[in-house]
């Protein structure tokens, strides 16, 4: 099993950055790839960037521009830098790991608000 926590969530105004942290723990050496995922209400939850073990990544086209994914795996640990936030950035952002067999594991999520 592995079990996720997020964190670096927070309110923050318009054209800020946040940094938001994940670290995982239990049998770390079954994952295969972390990422981010977000989610509003009454919206589907949508990838925001994937990295492999290797590096390799996967963004969402529409977040190429401004969110970049970066793992220390070291510390089992990945980010996900933000920058000129727009308030449609608004959402929980969720961590998720690969694992065996296709299984993705998630986080509770961290809150991120984007407001004046």
């Known amino acids: 099993q592995v079990q996720l926590v997020e964190s670096g969530g927070g309110l923050v105004q318009p054209g800020g950055s946040l940094r938001l942290s994940c670290a995982a723990s239990?049998?770390?050496?079954?994952?295969?790839?972390m990422g981010w995922y977000r989610q509003t209400p009454g919206k589907q939850r949508e990838l925001v960037a994937r990295?492999?073990?290797?590096?390799?990544?996967n963004y969402a086209d529409s977040m190429k521009d401004r969110f970049t994914i970066s793992r220390d795996n070291a510390r089992n640990t990945v980010y996900l830098q933000i920058d000129s936030l727009r308030p449609e950035d608004t959402a929980v952002y969720y961590c998720?790991?690969?694992?065996?067999?296709?299984?993705?594991?998630w986080g509770q999520g961290t809150q991120v608000s984007v407001s004046s």
């Open positions: 990295m492999a073990n290797g590096g390799g990544t």
């Open positions: 998720s790991a690969d694992g065996p067999l296709g299984h993705r594991y």
């Open positions: 239990g049998n770390t050496f079954s994952i295969s790839a």
